[in-house]
């Protein structure tokens, strides 16, 4: 069955950079476009950065672009987020979820992993 | 960027009533191929956000028939018949028609009387 499993969080300071990975199983990852999305401490969700399946086209939201970077490794089955210059307002639990295309609803998420940014 | 609005943020229901949660975009979520690009995710306490619905009103697998999603354009409405304890989670709509970025309402918080 289709698993994702998100790793890397951890305790930071501002200013700082953080790698988050993604294991995907159960499906032919290269076939499928892949989201970050974050939630912070108490609050709602908000879409981070979307890879599209043959990795032609990356997009992110303007609260991070400039800062994250996402990626992957077909080989390995992961994807990552890398994130520079992280910020308190960073702080949050983030997910990665699977998507067919552009317009294609999260059908499948992981279970998040925990990003503090705290001086 | 679309705008999306839930409402209520809040919403006390009882056991076997009714819920009914409003969601509208600043812009129509309606392509020229007839399908609404609006889709409904449900966060239980301590959990992922999972799929609900989709396309507006498609159940997402394994969803119960007590889910319905409908509306068009900029106005949707999810509907929750006879409400379960197990219901109590906050549900969001999201836009999936202008991307990026992809936006979510605020989302609406259910819970039990």
């Known amino acids: 069955q289709v698993q994702l499993v998100e790793s890397g969080g951890g305790v930071v300071q501002p200013g700082t950079s953080l790698r988050l990975s993604c294991v995907a199983s159960g499906f032919s990852f290269s076939s499928y476009g892949m989201h970050w999305v974050r939630q912070a401490p108490g609050r709602g969700l908000e879409w981070v950065a979307f890879m599209k399946y043959d990795g032609s086209d990356k997009f992110f939201a303007d609260s991070v672009k400039g800062r994250f970077t996402i990626s992957r490794d077909i080989s390995k089955n992961t994807l990552f987020l890398q994130m520079n210059s992280l910020r308190v307002e960073d702080t949050a639990v983030y997910y990665c979820?699977?998507?067919?295309?552009?317009?294609?609803?999260?059908?499948?998420w992981g279970q998040g992993t925990l990003v503090s940014v705290s001086s | 960027d679309i705008v999306m609005t839930q409402s209520p943020l809040s919403l006390p229901v009882t056991p076997g009533e009714s819920a009914s949660i409003s969601c509208r975009s600043s812009?129509?979520?309606?392509?020229?191929?007839?399908?609404?690009?609006l889709d409904w995710y449900v966060q239980k306490p301590g959990q992922s956000p999972q799929l609900l619905i989709y396309l507006g009103s498609s159940r997402a697998s394994g969803v119960p028939d007590r889910f319905n999603g409908s509306g068009s354009g900029t106005d949707f409405t999810l509907e929750i018949n006879r409400v379960e304890a197990e219901d109590v989670a906050v549900y969001y709509c999201?836009?999936?028609?202008?991307?990026?970025?992809?936006?979510f309402g605020q989302g609406t918080k259910v819970e039990i009387k």
């Open positions: 979820a699977r998507v067919r295309d552009n317009h294609s609803p999260l059908r499948f």
């Open positions: 812009q129509s979520l309606l392509h020229s191929n007839g399908y609404n690009y």
């Open positions: 999201m836009q999936a028609l202008q991307t990026p970025p992809w936006t």
